[in-house]
């Protein structure tokens, strides 16, 4: 997706002014049909609309903003670049639809697979955690069996403190950075839907909210709920 954007930027950079996301459906379909800027000020607005429009947005007004932007565009000039350019565009909107496609069919065997095992029976239990944060944590993790007690799994996951004691003259607790942090932000997000679809975790992250986070009067909120949603997390560990 980077490439294709870069790409883009030399062709035509005026083109997220009309159409925000470079690489949605929509605008692959109008950069494979219209490779170049010419080829998009040179189409007459109904042809251009009626190529696109069966597919969804962006409406004729879109469109024709498109079209002027690129009557008008400051992309590359020079033909043998540009030609270039094109060719690498085409292969690379081949590849990412290939990809999005190997995504689609993947996530659809781990929604079918992960309910057949005892830890994605447990995980999916929460409401609001999908088959796919599932699958990451589990892929992880390997089998529950692996870990003796639910501190050594939590300390896994980076949600055990790490204790620093020197006598009396240090005595503080921090997060285990040296953890695996996608791991850690896997069952933060985790956490955060649990709390967003279940009743029970959202009380509990309500409970915690005035015990850990800080009342900003300026805001009339509490400030640092991010720590709430770890403890949730920690919790539901």
């Not at 950075?177 to 985790?190: D, N, Q, V």
Request: glycine share 6%; hydrophobic share 40%; net charge positive.
């Amino acid at each position: 997706k980077n490439r294709l954007i870069s790409l883009l930027d030399e062709l035509f950079p005026e083109f997220t002014q009309a159409i925000k996301d470079s690489n949605c459906a929509l605008a692959l379909l109008i950069r494979e049909k219209f490779p170049i800027p010419a080829a998009i000020a040179c189409t007459p607005l109904d042809e251009l609309v009626k190529s696109v429009i069966p597919r969804g947005r962006p409406g004729r007004k879109t469109l024709a903003q498109l079209q002027e932007l690129a009557a008008t565009t400051i992309g590359i000039k020079h033909e043998y670049r540009r030609k270039g350019l094109v060719f690498v565009q085409r292969q690379l909107i081949a590849e990412l639809r290939l990809l999005n496609v190997q995504i689609d069919e993947l996530e659809d065997e781990i929604r079918e697979t992960l309910p057949l095992c005892r830890e994605g029976k447990i995980l999916l239990s929460f409401p609001g955690v999908g088959a796919i944060h599932s699958a990451f944590l589990l892929s992880g993790i390997g089998s529950i069996a692996n870990f003796e007690t639910d501190s050594r799994l939590k300390r896994y996951l980076g949600y055990a403190p790490q204790i620093s004691q020197t006598g009396t003259t240090l005595n503080s607790a921090t997060p285990d950075k040296r953890r695996s942090s996608s791991l850690k932000k896997t069952m933060f997000m985790a956490a955060l839907s649990a709390i967003r679809a279940d009743p029970s975790w959202k009380a509990a992250y309500d409970r915690l909210v005035p015990r850990l986070c800080t009342w900003d009067e300026k805001k009339k909120d509490y400030v640092g709920k991010i720590r709430v949603v770890s403890r949730v997390a920690n919790q539901m560990i």
